[in-house]
């Protein structure tokens, strides 16, 4: 079997490889060798999954470039340039590991031993003892790769790529220590060394670890004087920064474009003029405009007020239930699967939530988005859940709400009118006080 995807990278890297002016194809030939699992190769233009077969991957590429390899629990890089042609076996576990021969095959078997390297030990401690780990992390992985005497201009990138996924995990250490120490707050020495490591290099903006460096540590040094979480401030705040302090015009195209549409596609058209403002002044990429529009003009659709279409949802005997039936009631809509942690943690505040309105005018519906129908059953039946327990077997009403994470609550009024598209949450200390009010 032959797949063929064409890959003209906008951003590339200038590696061991040498550079084409025309596209050029690159061959990986799969074998699989009784491995089962499937996976997916992508690009930031593209992606193909693969099925567990023995098969060839014709590509045609400009440039050298690190293409993703997703599959079970792990994504890792091959590192493709063009006129290679790369043989990769699958091999061991039903997770399968990887082996190379061919072209670059000492460097993609050195990017699948990194993939597959122990992480740094916890995060957690005293603010210098976590930057020091991380540190020695960087340094140690860094004299790694250079005691494989790869090309320098390969080992330069991925130098970078190591700094920027290893740093990326000062984004999760405020909160994680939060946990444990309410009171925490970071120190201008934190955030002082979050902004140190934190560079321009807009050759890299096709990494997707160097990306992860942009858009989480940016905002989070944007936001160090935020004491309280609110969305649009978060947005406000790192939006103009970006304009104010990075320098680079195409990476602060980059990050605008990325942290208006984020706030945009989760929190909808609500405050959005501000943040649409800086949107159009300086993003230019037509695709990046359209996008944004449309998803603007999508949002609409969803506004507060606005009658919905009927939908149809099936219960746990199989039977249809449409949504309209609830109607002549408040309708608050969990959207919910058996696999969301922070679902789950909502259960118990939304029980009591209905206990409190028992036989009022509202009907409490649970939407399971699980692809496993019968996953999403089995819990119903294991945990008794109480309470309307529907499953959408199709997307459209995911898609219709622009639902991109859950836990997600909708409120609907008695006449199928929408109240709230993103709804507090039953642990909200005023979500019963706000139901109440509008029960009376």
């Known amino acids: 079997m032959i797949k063929k995807i064409v890959i003209l990278a906008g951003v590339f890297l200038i590696a061991s490889c040498t550079l084409f002016a025309q596209a050029k194809q690159a061959k990986i030939n799969i074998d699989f060798n009784g491995v089962d699992s499937p996976f997916t190769l992508s690009t930031l233009e593209t992606s193909i999954s693969v099925k567990p077969l023995n098969t060839t991957i014709t590509l045609d590429i400009k440039y050298p470039q690190y293409i993703k390899l997703a599959r079970t629990n792990i994504a890792e890089y091959i590192y493709v340039c063009p006129g290679d042609e790369i043989s990769m076996k699958v091999t061991g576990s039903a997770r399968g590991e990887l082996t190379f021969s061919g072209s670059n ?71 994680l220590r939060k946990r444990t120490e309410r009171s925490y707050r970071p120190s201008e020495y934190f955030y002082n060394f979050v902004k140190s490591v934190t560079f321009e290099q807009a050759d890299l903006l ?5 990306r992860g460096l942009l858009e989480y540590l940016v905002q989070l040094y944007a936001i160090k004087d935020i004491l309280k979480y609110d969305a649009y401030e978060y947005s406000i705040t790192t939006l103009n920064y970006v304009v104010n302090n990075i320098k680079d015009v195409q990476i602060k195209r980059y990050l605008i474009n990325y942290y208006a549409y984020d706030y945009l596609k989760r929190h909808g058209t609500e405050k959005i003029e501000k943040i649409s403002e800086i949107f159009y002044k300086f993003v230019t990429d037509s695709k990046d405009i359209k996008k944004y529009s449309e998803t603007v003009e999508t949002w609409s659709k969803i506004a507060k007020g606005t009658k919905i279409k009927e939908y149809e949802f099936h219960d746990i005997d199989g039977k249809s239930v449409m949504l309209s039936s609830f109607m002549g009631k408040y309708v608050y809509i969990d959207m919910w699967a058996t696999w969301c942690k922070p679902c789950i943690a909502e259960i118990p505040s939304l029980k009591k939530l209905e206990h409190e309105l028992e036989g009022t005018n509202i009907v409490f519906v649970s939407i399971s988005t699980d692809k496993d129908g019968e996953a999403w059953k089995r819990m119903v039946i294991t945990d008794q859940m109480k309470g309307v327990q529907l499953h959408a077997r199709k997307r459209d009403f995911s898609n219709d709400f622009l639902v991109v994470s859950i836990p997600r609550f909708i409120l609907l009024d008695p006449q199928g009118r929408i109240v709230e598209h993103d709804m507090l949450r039953p642990s909200n200390a005023q979500t019963l006080p706000y139901l109440r009010s509008i029960l009376k």
């Open 105 to 175: 095959a000492k460097i993609n078997a050195y990017l699948s031993d990194v993939a597959n390297a122990p992480k740094v030990a916890g995060i957690g401690g005293e603010e210098a003892d976590f930057i020091g780990r991380l540190t020695k992390n960087v340094e140690a992985t860094t004299l790694r790769l250079k005691s494989h005497s790869f090309d320098e201009n390969f080992t330069k990138i991925e130098e970078k790529r190591i700094w920027s996924k290893i740093y990326t995990s000062l984004v999760s250490y405020p909160s």
């Open 206 to 210: 096709n990494l997707d670890e160097y």
